[in-house]
């Protein structure tokens, strides 16, 4: 059915609340007058993301509602030139030396000189980085003097994009992320840079299970000419870091999250926690329930408990139940095509690997160490947890004192018993 929306026939669904984020949806605008008109009508009906003013909107809220492209930002802040760029909240830790009365104000100058630092700090990915110590202490001591705290700016690392920041107040470390003004081989228009990546995070905050990525704070969008995008991120480490509860990894890798990364590569993550925002996806099932189907489905596996299974089966049964079985077993059969046959699965005294939480989680831990050569990661774990039980078993079994031939065959062999678990599992309960 079509409706008139400043002389424009319009589908009604377009007009709905719930069907908005659907409607701009898409990586370009099909029509540019009919998008107009949408966003005058959602001013009018609704005021989804629109001041009542109809004069500026609110991308914060519009990013959070769906994944959103650069050029369907770029468009409003067209049609809403009073729209802040600006996204998220101060982390409230360092509102506590301001009066409640003057937070929202110096919450509006934190943001400007973050805004600023960025655009001093813009430069090429040739320029090196101590050419701006001066700027990094500069915007470190006007935050300090701003919120009453101890703060330090420091370099951390460059990617392809940009370039990282460790941001120390009090006893907190954040990061700071902004962009190169010639970002390797990607386009502004991708997945990835100083638009893109903002509007990941930002989604990624409101649909993304807690760890998975790290915790986004603010930060603004940039346009393709603009100099001071920038984003505020949690800094994490080694020890605040997610590692996965899934103890078979082979059910981890056929498992879809509603947010996931497609570039874990180049210190894009730590254990389990996605720390860049470029190349960010939905996941495929469909909807929210899809997803809760496929969590519970998941236990009943990872528990081996057919009679779980099948009262999740029961109780979901409809079309949402099939597609998520479907996924799973597509996802499942193209794992089969590994090969495993020259080597051996684990015997009895090794299984623990790969059936307990914590003895999956310390070897996931040690190989995350020495696959990626972090000797100084691998001795903390040591360190850290040296004489526990969990430990000793593991370490007993991997080590970096083994040859590489030795840790690579032993890696294998536990990729088979989870591949073997797994494929018992499922053609037992009939998903394959």
Same mark, same amino acid.
């Given at each position: 059915m079509m409706i008139a929306v400043n002389g424009l026939n319009i589908p009604r669904v377009y007009a709905t609340v719930d069907s908005v984020g659907s409607s701009l949806k898409q990586s370009t605008f099909v029509d540019d007058e009919a998008l107009l008109n949408i966003m005058n009508n959602l001013s009018i009906s609704n005021r989804l993301f629109v001041s009542e003013s109809n004069k500026s909107a609110d991308i914060g809220r519009y990013a959070a509602s769906d994944l959103r492209t650069p050029e369907q930002v770029e468009y409003i802040l067209r049609k809403y030139p009073q729209t802040s760029r600006f996204m998220g909240s101060v982390p409230y830790s360092w509102m506590k030396n301001i009066k409640k009365q003057e937070i929202s104000e110096c919450t509006k100058q934190i943001f400007d000189l973050f805004s600023d630092f960025a655009k001093n700090v813009s430069c090429r990915r040739c320029e090196h980085q101590s050419n701006y110590r001066k700027q990094m202490d500069e915007s470190a001591s006007k935050i300090e003097n701003l919120i009453g705290q101890k703060t330090k700016i420091e370099y951390l690392q460059d990617g392809t994009i940009g370039r990282t920041y460790k941001l120390s107040i009090g006893d907190e470390k954040f990061v700071i992320k902004t962009f190169f003004k010639n970002p390797v081989g990607l386009g502004y228009y991708t997945r990835h840079g100083k638009g893109a990546e903002i509007l990941s995070a930002v989604y990624a905050k409101h649909k993304a299970p807690k760890g998975q990525f790290a915790d986004f704070y603010f930060g603004k969008f940039a346009r393709k000419d603009d100099l001071d995008g920038f984003m505020v991120t949690k800094f994490i480490d080694y020890d605040s870091a997610k590692t996965s509860y899934i103890s078979n990894r082979m059910l981890d890798d056929i498992?879809?999250?509603?947010?996931?990364?497609?570039?874990?590569?180049?210190?894009?993550?730590?254990?389990?926690?996605?720390?860049?925002?470029?190349? %960010?996806?939905?996941?495929?099932?469909?909807?929210?329930?899809?997803?809760? %189907?496929?969590?519970? %489905?998941?236990?009943?596996?990872?528990?081996?408990?057919?009679?779980?299974?099948?009262?999740?089966?029961?109780?979901?049964?409809?079309?949402?139940? &099939?597609?998520?079985?479907?996924?799973?077993?597509?996802?499942?059969?193209?794992?089969?095509?590994?090969?495993?046959?020259?080597?051996?699965?684990?015997?009895?005294?090794?299984?623990?690997?790969?059936?307990? &939480?914590?003895?999956?989680?310390?070897?996931?831990? %040690?190989s995350f160490a020495i696959s990626n050569n972090n000797y100084d990661l691998y001795e903390d774990i040591v360190k850290k947890n040296k004489g526990k039980s969990e430990f000793e078993y593991v370490i007993s079994l991997y080590n970096s004192d083994m040859s590489q031939e030795k840790r690579e065959t032993f890696a294998r062999r536990v990729r088979k018993t989870e591949l073997e678990r797994l494929s018992d599992m499922m053609i037992k309960v009939g998903i394959i």
């Open positions: 498992t879809e999250q509603p947010v996931k990364c497609g570039n874990l590569v180049n210190n894009n993550s730590v254990f389990d926690t996605v720390v860049d925002y470029g190349e %960010i996806r939905k996941g495929d099932l469909e909807n929210n329930r899809q997803y809760e %189907i496929q969590r519970l %489905i998941v236990q009943s596996l990872l528990s081996e408990d057919v009679d779980a299974y099948n009262e999740i089966c029961k109780k979901y049964k409809g079309s949402d139940l &099939d597609v998520v079985l479907k996924k799973l077993s597509n996802s499942f059969r193209r794992l089969t095509l590994c090969n495993y046959s020259d080597v051996e699965s684990l015997d009895e005294n090794e299984i623990k690997i790969v059936t307990s &939480d914590k003895h999956s989680k310390i070897f996931k831990m %040690i």
